[in-house]
């Protein structure tokens, strides 16, 4: 077993970094500081991308990054859309969807565990599509309550992009899972 301080090295402290923003961004959104929790989510997002960036070119992949790092995406953009449904940025049935999704893809994953053993979960194209729209979404909403750019009714298409995306991608993981079990039976 690899020890925490051994797996410490620099995509995975950019991980942590980006868990510790978590709740900068919650606060920053509920006191109405948009412009600075658009400036903090962007750089949470620039630390997502590094991180994976710098586990490739340094070969730094570590069971604790593989962990923590979908941990940390989810941690900040369900706690960032929470936050924004709550304040009337985001429709409520999208985080719903969104919540849905997870909530299939790791009860499938539990599921698939308990009747056949372990499951090797490698995010798809799709999923990693979902996410990587869910961030754009999350930024652009942030954006337009800043006032930093004015979408107004281009949210809306936005949104059912993210809605197709999210009933797409979780149509897939059960799928790909359902092949899976039936190869095993």
């Known amino acids: 077993m690899h020890s925490v301080t051994g797996q410490l090295n620099i995509p995975n402290s950019l991980t ?3 868990l510790v923003l978590v709740p900068v961004v919650v606060w920053l959104l509920t006191v109405g500081a948009y412009p600075a929790a658009f400036w903090v989510f962007v750089a949470a997002a620039l630390s997502d ?20 790092d979908p941990i940390a995406d989810k941690l900040m953009l369900l706690s960032s859309l929470s936050v924004l449904v709550r ?17 299939l893809i790791i009860g499938g994953a539990l ?3 308990h009747r056949f053993g372990h499951l090797e979960i490698t995010p798809t194209w799709l999923g990693k599509f979902h996410t990587l729209l869910e961030f754009v979404v999350v930024l652009l909403v942030l954006a337009d309550a800043a006032q930093i750019l004015l979408l107004g009714h281009w949210l809306t298409w936005l949104f059912s992009l ?14 790909l899972w359902a092949r899976k079990a039936q190869a095993h039976t």
């Open 16 to 18: 942590l970094i980006r």
């Open 49 to 68: 991308a590094l991180d994976g960036f710098f586990a490739r070119i340094l070969n730094q992949h570590t069971p604790l990054g593989a962990t923590l």
């Open 87 to 103: 304040l009337g940025h985001v429709p409520g049935w999208l985080l719903g969807v969104i919540v849905l999704r997870d909530a």
């Open 111 to 113: 599921v698939y565990r």
């Open 162 to 175: 993210l809605l197709l995306t999210a009933f797409s991608s979780a149509t897939q993981y059960v799928w």
